[in-house]
């Protein structure tokens, strides 16, 4: 899962962003990281009836501004469940 926003630009003058933008937009990338492992750990076990759905949460990485987006990548690894009997082949 990948979750980007736009990035605070260098202005006109070639002048980098300010500390207070530089500050906000690192704490809104570590929100939205915490919002996505929240929304993982709450959603993704009620998705397949009972039990839940099987999955393992893997790294979870701060992506560097680049091409004025930055933002988090969380890897996930979820289990999906055969077919139980498959259908047969009617032709």
Excluded: K, W
């Amino acid at each position: 899962m990948t979750l980007l926003r736009c990035a605070p630009p260098v202005d006109e003058r070639g002048c980098p962003p300010t500390c207070d933008e530089l500050e906000a937009a690192a704490r809104m990338v570590h929100v939205d990281a915490v919002t996505v492992y929240n929304a993982i750990q709450c959603c993704l076990p009620t998705t397949a009836g009972p039990r839940g759905r099987r999955f393992v949460l893997g790294q979870q990485r701060i992506l560097d501004p680049q091409g004025g987006c930055v933002g988090i990548e969380q890897r996930v690894i979820v289990a999906l469940p055969g077919c139980a009997p498959c259908p047969r082949d009617s032709s």
